[in-house]
Structure formats: structure tokens, C-alpha cells
């Protein structure tokens, strides 16, 4: 019986350090060669770690959240015969986020007879990583009751799927009647680490070293929704259907030329403005790990409907945690909608290095003067915009989205 020693490998491109996301092993567990083991996050991407050695593990190092030295001892195996040789084991290839979890809350059957389980002392904090977390939101399982087999007592996914079988109590809900309201006393600290904590290190930076200029202008989209609903009605059935993001693509491919510092990255330290021809649109999308960036690359060489057919495909892969390294990354410039969810007016981030961000507001129906000067309903929307103020003036961006409005007020000319 011997000892190996399996050191933090080296991810590649020059990473010296990564944060540890989520361990997949236990203290006593039983592991083999190339078993998935651990997911790490480093400034590029979330890159699963495979075990080295066959054999059982006796001390793992580190928690999620920590961030490890690459070289670094992480976890101790047992191993039958003479220890191996000490080499770095090779990492997975880089993926965006970490999988979502393969199994689905099951209801369970929770039988009169079956004990609520106290995991922990009242009070104490249970731990879990974000996933396990929503999983339990989503099937209302107090994590307090449920026992944790993981690094100093923390849930696994194995452990919410043992207290759901084992037809464990679920959190009170309300079911029908005359519900007694109770004071909500529990307060929930939570570690924010891997994505999260990378979007947060970015939105500050951001924050704290670029002065922005807010632009907000009002968009008469009457015309364009018109179009758009004739366009859909008579689409074939392989294209995509319509929303407003792909026409303010197009407006924007046609409106940047004019103004070519806002679709540009500025390094502040080096003092150095790149400027691009090309067009590379990020589109902000919520998904089930946190914001992300899908990028349609060369929106300008795209017409309308290749611009959907790529806003949808790049949308689902962010979703489903799909989206490659290269299509979450190189945007020369970035959408963000709220639109759906509603708000008159956002005040975007600029997602740096780039120089400008268009946020998307409601659409809705109000009253406006025509030419003749009767009351008539419109359909508008606001376009809430921030650029790098160091780099754009005022009125350059004034004159961007102005042009942007001239286009999609008069969508005719999208296509000319």
C-alpha cells in the first residue's frame, strides 16, 4: 500500500491558479483513472479534473470557493502497490459552465411514520453548492434537515436524492385552507464562487476604472412591428421566427461604420483603442448558472434571418451550458434586453474592454401627436445605451443612436 499525491494540474494558457467549484469525491470514496473527480473555474473557463490513479481517497484540500495554487497537493489516494509516477494529470477540455444537474427533483411519497431528519444544530448553516441549492428550492426541501456526506458535512446532489427517496419532509407548503402565517426568521449565508463570483469581479472592475455615459432615446418601433409580424406570417419552416434583437443587429451593423470607436476595446492601461470592421454582437442571456455572453460572430456578413437562426442557437447552448470558449468570448460590442420582463429605462454595464452596451426596455402602446397633430396610438420603445466615456463623446454616441432610431423607425431602409 502506498500513497499518491495528486497536485492541482496544469489547465493550460498560462493559468498559475483556479478556484474550486465543486468536489465529486468524498473522504473514503473509491476512485479510478480518468473518473471525473473535480470542477475547477479559472479566468476562462469551468474545466473538469479526472483522477490520476486507481485507489481511495484519504484527505482531500480545498473547499469550493478556494483558489488553488496550480502544483498544489489537493488529494491524497491509497493505491495497492508501489505509488506511480508523479506526472501532471491532463484536464478535460475547457467547457463554460458546469453541468446542470442530471437528475430532476422527484416529489416524494412522505409517509406518516417518517421522521423529520435533523442534519445539523438549529441555526447552523447548511452547506451546498449553488446547483444543489436550486434543487432544493425547486422541490421546497429545507436544506437544514438534510444530512450532508461531503467535505465538513456538505450536501451532495447523492445526499438530496438519498433524502428524497428515503421520503424525507418537505418545507411547509400551503395546501388549501386556512394557512397559518408564521414570521420567516431563517437568514442564508452563501459563498459566491465559480461564475458568479466571476461575473461580480468583472461588473466591479468595470464599475470602478470606466467613466460611462448613459444615452437613453425613445424608439417609434410601429412601422418595424409591422414588418416583423408580416415577415413571421410568411416565413418558411426553417426559419426562425422573428423577435426585435435580430433587426437592432442589422441596425447596428449598419449604423457602427459611422461611429467605429463604440464598437471598439479600449486597454486603459496600455492606452491602446482597437477598433474592428467586423461586427460581433454579444447578446447578454440569463441562464441557469448566471449571465452569460453567446457572441453572433460577423453579424455584418448575416441577413436577418441567419441573425435569428444564430441568436437562437447561441441562446439554448448558453442555457444548456453547451456554448463553446470561442462563442462566449470576442464581442466587439453587446445587447442587453429586459424587455420581456419590463422597465422604462436600465442603465447597462459595459462588458469591458468594449466601449458601448444597447439595453432594450418594453415596448408599449401610447398616445402621440402625428403630423396633423391628432392623438394617435404608437408603439415605442426605449433604447437605454453606455459607453466608455474616455473613448466616446457625448455626441457620438448621440449620433450612433440616433442613426440606430432612423433605421428601425424606417425598417424599409434595414434592407437597403
Request: one cysteine or more; hydrophobic letters at 40%.
Amino acid at each position: 500500500m502506498s500513497e499518491y499525491r495528486y497536485k492541482m494540474p496544469d489547465v493550460g494558457e498560462g493559468i498559475v491558479e483556479a478556484e474550486i467549484v465543486e468536489w465529486h469525491v468524498k473522504e473514503g470514496d473509491t476512485v479510478t483513472e480518468d473518473q471525473h473527480v473535480l470542477d475547477v473555474m479559472t479566468d476562462k473557463a469551468t474545466v473538469e479534473i479526472p483522477c490520476a490513479v486507481n485507489g481511495t481517497v484519504t484527505k482531500l484540500v480545498g473547499a469550493p470557493g478556494d483558489v488553488i495554487a496550480v502544483g498544489t497537493e489537493i488529494m491524497f489516494i491509497a493505491t495497492s502497490g508501489a505509488a506511480p509516477v508523479e506526472e501532471e494529470a491532463p484536464a478535460e477540455a475547457p467547457k463554460e459552465e458546469p453541468k446542470p444537474a442530471a437528475k430532476k427533483p422527484v416529489e416524494p411519497e412522505v409517509s406518516a411514520e417518517a421522521p423529520s431528519v435533523a442534519a445539523r444544530p438549529t441555526g447552523e448553516r447548511p452547506l451546498a453548492s449553488p446547483a444543489v441549492r436550486k434543487r432544493a428550492l425547486d422541490a421546497a426541501i429545507d436544506l437544514g434537515v438534510v444530512p450532508g456526506t461531503g467535505p465538513a458535512g456538505r450536501i451532495t446532489h447523492d445526499d438530496l436524492d438519498d433524502f428524497i427517496k428515503s421520503g424525507g419532509r418537505l418545507a411547509a407548503r400551503s395546501g388549501g385552507g386556512s394557512a397559518i402565517r408564521s414570521a420567516r426568521t431563517a437568514v442564508t449565508e452563501e459563498k459566491v464562487i465559480g461564475l458568479r463570483r466571476r461575473i461580480s469581479d468583472n461588473m466591479s472592475r468595470a464599475q470602478r476604472t470606466i467613466p460611462d455615459i448613459a444615452y437613453v432615446e425613445e424608439i417609434d418601433v410601429t412601422a418595424l412591428e409591422e414588418l416583423r409580424a408580416h415577415l413571421n406570417a410568411h416565413r418558411s419552416e426553417d426559419q426562425p421566427k422573428l423577435t426585435f434583437i435580430p433587426f437592432l443587429v442589422l441596425a447596428l451593423t449598419k449604423a457602427l461604420p459611422d461611429t467605429p470607436q463604440a464598437n471598439a476595446h479600449f486597454d486603459g492601461e496600455a492606452m491602446v483603442l482597437t477598433k474592428y470592421e467586423a461586427v460581433h454582437c454579444g447578446i447578454a442571456a440569463a441562464t441557469p448558472n448566471g449571465l452569460m455572453v453567446p457572441v453572433i460572430k460577423h453579424a455584418e456578413s448575416l441577413d436577418i434571418w441567419q441573425i435569428a437562426s444564430e441568436l437562437s442557437r447561441l441562446g439554448q447552448a448558453a442555457k444548456d451550458g453547451k456554448a463553446s470558449k470561442d462563442e462566449l468570448s470576442g464581442s466587439t460590442i453587446t445587447i442587453t434586453s429586459l424587455g420581456a420582463i419590463g422597465g422604462l429605462v436600465t442603465t447597462p454595464i459595459l462588458n469591458a474592454p468594449e466601449t458601448a452596451i444597447i439595453g432594450v426596455n418594453k415596448m408599449q402602446t401610447l398616445p402621440r401627436f402625428d403630423a396633423d397633430g391628432q392623438v394617435v396610438p404608437r408603439k415605442l420603445m426605449n433604447l437605454s445605451s453606455c459607453f466608455d466615456h474616455r473613448i466616446v463623446d457625448g455626441y457620438d454616441a448621440a449620433m450612433l443612436i440616433q442613426r440606430v432610431k432612423s433605421l428601425l423607425e424606417n425598417p424599409a431602409t434595414l434592407f437597403m
